[in-house]
């Protein structure tokens, strides 16, 4: 008869592969359970979520439409009426924006560039940098003045009987533009006593055009062998009338006295 075989004897303690089995069906029970919320780690609900995002959305559609920029007139539900521009009265009789004066132009030119030497009183340092106020070169003819601020002026210069042996001008053809230079001449030329002729950005172009092939800074002798005359072009409209009784200068035209 044949007999039918014997399963080998099992070698110390095991498990049954059914039994494993179970064992890892129950395991896998155990890890699908939710774990237990911790103190301040509670998950929220996700109502709560859908509350919260619809409130930013409405709150930031709310500001978009009726924040008016964060303006303070803007908050108005009427609608609040633009701002005033301040204005003054043209010749014409309307209304253009206000602009300031080459007067005041020239004086943040003169503030920002010429002040730290010639100093806010237009006096200068004694023995170091000339002064404005009175200078012969500011109230004379424009020319010479124009050729100092374009080209600079090197060496020594006598100004109001006084000499002024390290005196050294920068020349500004280079960092100002026309206008600037034009205010501020017409500021150095009308402030502190001073009433010389206002310049134009016009004169000081063809006096920059006429010096572009002069490198170097002039010396003394250069400005008084230049002609003591305003540049032509005649002066601005607006400027400092000449005083009745007295002669018009070279390259301004005579104007009406009342």
């Not at 029970?29 to 998950?43: C, D, I, L, S, T």
């Not at 002024?164 to 009308?190: F, N």
Request: charge should be negative; aromatic fraction near 6%.
């Amino acid at each position: 008869m044949n007999e039918e075989p014997k399963e080998p004897a099992r070698v110390g303690q095991g498990m049954d592969y059914g039994e494993q089995a179970d064992v890892q069906q129950v395991h896998a029970a155990v890890q699908r359970e939710k774990r237990e919320p911790r103190v301040g780690a509670e998950p929220l609900s996700i109502w709560l979520i859908a509350i919260y995002g619809l409130a930013i959305f409405f709150g930031g559609a709310y500001l978009g439409r009726y924040s008016g920029n964060f303006s303070s007139g803007g908050l108005d539900p009427m609608g609040a009426p633009p701002p005033a521009k301040k204005a003054v009265a043209g010749p014409a009789g309307g209304e253009q924006a206000a602009e300031l004066s080459p007067h005041d132009r020239g004086k943040k030119v003169f503030s920002a560039n010429c002040q730290t030497c010639h100093q806010a009183n237009g006096q200068g340092v004694p023995g170091q940098y000339p002064p404005l106020a009175g200078s012969e070169f500011t109230t004379g003819g424009s020319r010479r003045m124009g050729m100092i601020v374009l080209k600079g002026l090197q060496g020594p210069v006598k100004v109001k009987g006084q000499q002024y042996g390290t005196a050294v001008m920068q020349p500004w053809d280079k960092t100002l533009t026309d206008k600037q230079i034009a205010d501020v001449m017409t500021y150095e030329r009308s402030e502190w006593g001073n009433s010389a002729s206002p310049l134009t950005p016009e004169q000081i172009a063809a006096l920059r055009k006429e010096l572009a092939n002069h490198p170097e800074s002039f010396t003394e002798h250069d400005i008084l062998a230049a002609p003591d005359e305003d540049l032509s072009g005649g002066a601005p409209a607006g400027g400092a009338p000449a005083k009745p009784g007295e002669a018009s200068k070279p390259g301004q035209p005579p104007k009406p006295h009342g």
